[in-house]
T-cell receptor
């Protein structure tokens, strides 16, 4: 089954404790992206990757890192999480940004205390 | 100021009604997408438009590039259409999103 998986689905952590949210897709997609969703602000793009070893900042990259060492995986790293990074995070993938369908992961709900 | 504005924010309709959700954008775009977010949180792509009109079943999406405006119409609405509908625009390789329209269809 074609899918984007994210782990963990729910995470409660404390300020400053490094964490990684994993994202994996099984569709051989080249374009992958991370978004955060906040009430009243909607979805905002954090980082995206056009292919292996190619990553670019989106609208709200501050406080986040990403890497793309393999085509299927695109982890999101919070080196020193802060409470303002409490949010719902989505990973998505598609063959290219011009493809009609982006496939979204199920979301990761993060609470930073 | 958000690059993408949607209206209305919330919409309640009776089953069978014709529904329109509007999206305006202020940036130059390569394409516009409509997404649906289910009550459980999952997001699915509905349409991608760069011009004209597209139809999938009871859903119709239109775009007017000159006016920087798109509409999503739902004909013969059904309670299963209850969801948040999100407009997104692609500018280069980046995406910008509206804050969504929460639709509730009452039986």
């Amino acid at each position: 089954e074609a899918q984007v998986t994210q782990n963990p689905r729910y995470l409660i952590t404390v300020t400053g404790k490094k964490l990684t949210v994993t994202c994996s897709q099984n569709m051989n997609h080249e374009y992958m992206s991370w978004y955060r969703q906040d009430p009243g602000l909607g979805l905002r793009q954090i980082y995206y990757s056009m292919n292996v070893e190619v990553t670019d900042k989106g609208d709200v990259p501050e406080g986040y890192k990403v890497s793309r060492k393999e085509k299927r995986n695109f982890p999101l790293i919070l080196e020193s999480p802060s409470p303002n990074q409490t949010s719902l995070y989505f990973c998505a993938s598609s063959m290219s940004p011009a493809q009609e369908t982006q496939y979204f992961g199920p979301g990761t709900r993060l609470l930073v205390l | 100021k958000n690059e993408v504005e949607q209206s209305p924010q919330n919409l309640t309709a009776q089953e069978g009604e014709f529904i329109t959700i509007n999206c305006s954008y202020s940036v130059g775009i390569s394409a516009l997408h409509w997404l649906q977010q289910h009550p459980g949180g999952g997001i699915v792509s509905l349409f991608m438009l760069s011009s004209g009109k597209k139809k999938h079943g009871r859903l119709i999406a239109t775009i007017n590039i000159q006016e920087k405006h798109s509409s999503l119409h739902i004909t013969a609405s059904h309670p299963r259409d209850s969801a948040v509908y999100i407009c997104a625009v692609r500018s280069g390789n980046q995406f910008y999103f509206g804050t969504g329209t929460s639709l509730t269809v009452i039986p």
